[in-house]
């Protein structure tokens, strides 16, 4: 990186989900007794089985980490000429990229995943945050956006992000584009277009294959930024183990194309659910679904209940839910709203 739906109205997404030791606390129910859907990680993970001896007693050999990054190439359909670098889950890389530039304007489409914002702040730049839907700040020397976005699925036109990524490079600026959830709607991706200058794309591994714990994550992008990225992490920053898995994983087209499809169908069948409980849907992906409820908090009525979803400081009758993973935890949260 080169120095130089419906409306949700302002929804906080600063807490983050899957902190089931708080709700154990504040609810007073034992963790293992909880339904957490306060994730957009897939339930039903991608099965690793037999993982070998040497994958976690060696540091990580440089073939096993190109073996992960050819996989990797061919999933996202990144272009030979991009750079492809793994590391130890996005969220290192979120707070990795704002220490690449000296000081910028930065504009962060939102409402959205609060860590970009508060990376680039804590590193002493000027961020700016802008609506979904209204016109780009002119001025700004990186740009970022989550697409599909989180929490409420919103996307913009690939080819309006190909646009502003060459904008972004004819100013010597960049375009992040957050990939976190485009497992689930490929067709919105641009990584098929990185490699030219001006576009960081990132790859979350763990929210689709259900392996948020194996923190592994890609940023993709031109061959320059790529080699500052890389050397800011240093060696073996992903371990043996999340290389082999990744790698498995990433080259599973059959896994991958009917999780895609089951995922979709979920999806249908937590809306319905909540369409009967009287929540009018706002938004989301295959992934996970943002409602709202006519009134009282439906954060705290499900809490009380041991289901744990994600909330939104100042908006009690918004709540994000990821999938149940199975049908007692579907019809556990259809009796729960009933």
Request: glycine share 12%; charged share 20%.
């Amino acid at each position: 990186m080169a120095a130089g739906g419906g409306s949700v109205g302002n929804l906080e997404t600063q807490v983050h989900g899957g902190n089931l030791d708080e709700a154990s606390r504040t609810y007073g129910i034992p963790r293992d007794q909880w339904l957490d859907l306060s994730t957009g990680i897939n339930p039903v993970a991608y099965p690793v089985t037999g993982v070998e001896a040497h994958h976690w007693q060696r540091l990580p050999e440089a073939g096993d980490l190109e073996d992960l990054i050819s996989a990797a190439r061919a999933c996202y359909g990144a272009p030979d000429s991009a750079a492809l670098v793994p590391a130890p889950g996005t969220q290192s890389l979120i707070q990795l990229l704002p220490r690449l530039r000296t000081e910028s304007r930065v504009a962060v489409a939102g409402p959205t995943y609060t860590e970009h914002a508060h990376c680039w702040r804590l590193a002493g730049h000027s961020v700016e945050e802008f609506d979904h839907g209204s016109d780009w700040p002119a001025d700004a020397d990186v740009t970022i956006v989550v697409q599909p976005n989180n929490p409420d699925g919103a996307t913009y036109p690939p080819a309006e992000l190909r646009a502003r990524a060459r904008e972004a490079a004819a100013r010597g600026g960049h375009l992040v584009v957050d990939e976190a959830f485009a497992d689930v709607v490929p067709e919105f991706s641009v990584a098929g277009e990185t490699g030219a200058e001006g576009l960081v794309v990132l790859r979350s591994f763990g929210k689709f294959f259900g392996l948020a714990g194996l923190r592994l994550g890609f940023a993709l992008t031109d061959g320059p930024t790529g080699d500052q990225i890389r050397q800011s992490l240093g060696p073996w920053s992903v371990a043996g183990p999340a290389l082999e898995i990744g790698r498995r994983a990433l080259s599973d087209v059959t896994w991958i194309n009917e999780t895609r499809r089951r995922l979709a169908a979920d999806a249908g069948r937590l809306d319905s659910i909540m369409e009967k409980a009287g929540l009018d849907r706002l938004g989301g992906t295959p992934l996970y679904g943002l409602y709202r409820a006519a009134g009282g908090d439906i954060h705290v009525h499900l809490a009380q209940q041991g289901i744990w979803t994600r909330a939104f400081p100042g908006r009690p009758g918004v709540i994000r839910l990821g999938l149940p993973g199975d049908n007692q935890a579907f019809q556990r949260l259809a009796d729960a709203l009933a």
